[in-house]
T-cell receptor, first 116, second 111 residues
Framework: NAGVMQNPRHLVRRRGQEARLRCSPM?????VYWYRQLPEEGLKFMVY????????ESGMPKERFSAEFPKEGPSILRIQQVVRGDSAAYFC??????????????FGPGTRLTVT | SQKIEQNSEALNIQEGKTATLTCNYT??????LQWYRQDPGRGPVFLLL?????KEKRKERLKVTFDTTLKQSLFHITASQPADSATYLC??????????FGGGTRLMVKP
């Protein structure tokens, strides 16, 4: 059973470009979460999605950031017009959700975004 | 405001000893508390979950306690090994399937 997959593992973008980060949850998991980890800081929640729905985006910056989890395909975190302050590790996690009776989250290896 | 505090200083212990890490929180009423391990350059890995009505949970060499009166969880690793060296994260599950993480404590186990 493959774990949470994220790609790319490393992404370099120039200021002003767009970054697209992909996440495929574990098989059977319908809940996806995105977190950001700045250097020497803790994990910060960004957004929680279920298939085709954003459930909670209270941690997302108001501008330039968006997320989706389409009916088919991976979840995408999109950052438009990147700035140096967006440089961080972005982690995706999945869970079966409450209906699955499990509250732990399974994390992917992360995408390390560097903005030059 | 809500806070989750873990000791930001690294904890250095000798192999074979018990490591004890602390997680304190304020202005939360968590239904669950979880502990994760994170190695450098990797994503967190789930270790243990403890519910608000449980005092203690064990898994092999790991033990977690949860005191909702003190608003504190203690995470113990007995008979520690160098391979236990990592950053350990405390996370609170409040509502809406959202986890809020503490800043983590780095554990270094010396042979």
């Amino acid at each position: 059973n493959a774990g949470v997959m994220q790609n790319p593992r490393h992404l370099v973008r120039r200021r002003g470009q767009e970054a697209r980060l992909r996440c495929s949850p574990m098989k059977g998991h319908s809940h996806v979460y995105w977190y950001r980890q700045l250097p020497e800081e803790g994990l910060k929640f960004m957004v929680y999605l279920q298939k085709e729905n954003i459930i909670d985006e209270s941690g997302m910056p108001k501008e330039r950031f968006s997320a989706e989890f389409p009916k088919e395909g991976p979840s995408i975190l999109r950052i438009q017009q990147v700035v140096r302050g967006d440089s961080a590790a972005y982690f995706c996690a999945s869970s079966p959700g409450q209906a699955g009776g499990s509250y732990e989250q399974y994390f992917g290896p992360g995408t390390r975004l560097t903005v030059t | 405001s809500q806070k989750i505090e873990q000791n930001s200083e690294a904890l250095n212990i000798q192999e074979g000893k018990t490591a004890t890490l602390t997680c304190n929180y304020t202005n939360y009423s968590p239904a669950y508390l979880q502990w994760y391990r994170q190695d450098p350059g990797r994503g967190p890995v789930f270790l243990l979950l403890i519910r608000e009505n449980e005092k203690e949970k064990r898994k092999e060499r790991l033990k977690v306690t949860f005191d909702t009166t003190l608003k504190q969880s203690l995470f113990h690793i007995t008979a520690s090994q160098p391979a236990d060296s990592a950053t350990y994260l405390c996370a609170l599950y409040n509502a809406g399937n959202m986890l809020t993480f503490g800043g983590g404590t780095r554990l270094m186990v010396k042979p």
